[in-house]
């Protein structure tokens, strides 16, 4: 499996990004979807979630300013991303995971290069 994110870069706080990640290697169509993002000196978090089903969740700290989408004719999970903030800053991860009974997800192993985010204030 093969996880490849792009669109990072340098924007001024409240500024927008888009981020997409090409997935390869598995049955798109048949996995949810995540991003994550690691700032400097802090672990990984969880930021949103795409369903098979199309079905969105999001970290609280994002909800309402970021957007995930899925576009399964082209194997890519997207992330908008609006009036983005300092703290927003980090390298974000694309993830291929699965899903239990409740519908919390689960990250698989594979997380591609990552994208770096700077957001400057």
């Known amino acids: 499996v093969q996880l490849q994110a792009s669109g990072g870069g340098l924007v001024q706080a409240g500024g927008s990004l888009r981020l997409s990640c090409v997935v390869s290697?598995?049955?798109?169509?048949?996995?949810?979807m995540g991003w994550y993002r690691q700032a400097p000196g802090k672990q990984r978090e969880w930021v949103a979630t795409?369903?098979?089903?199309?079905?969105?969740n999001y970290a609280d700290s994002v909800k309402g300013r970021f957007t995930i989408s899925r576009d399964n004719a082209k194997n890519t999970v997207s992330l908008q991303m609006g009036s983005l903030k300092p703290e927003d800053t980090g390298v974000y991860y694309c993830?291929?995971?699965?899903?239990?009974?409740?519908?919390?997800?689960?990250?698989?192993?594979?997380w591609g290069q990552g994208t770096l985010v700077t957001v400057s204030s």
């Open positions: 290697g598995t049955a798109f169509s048949a996995n949810p």
């Open positions: 795409i369903k098979k089903s199309g079905s969105p």
């Open positions: 993830s291929v995971g699965s899903t239990d009974y409740s519908g919390t997800y689960y990250p698989s192993d594979y």
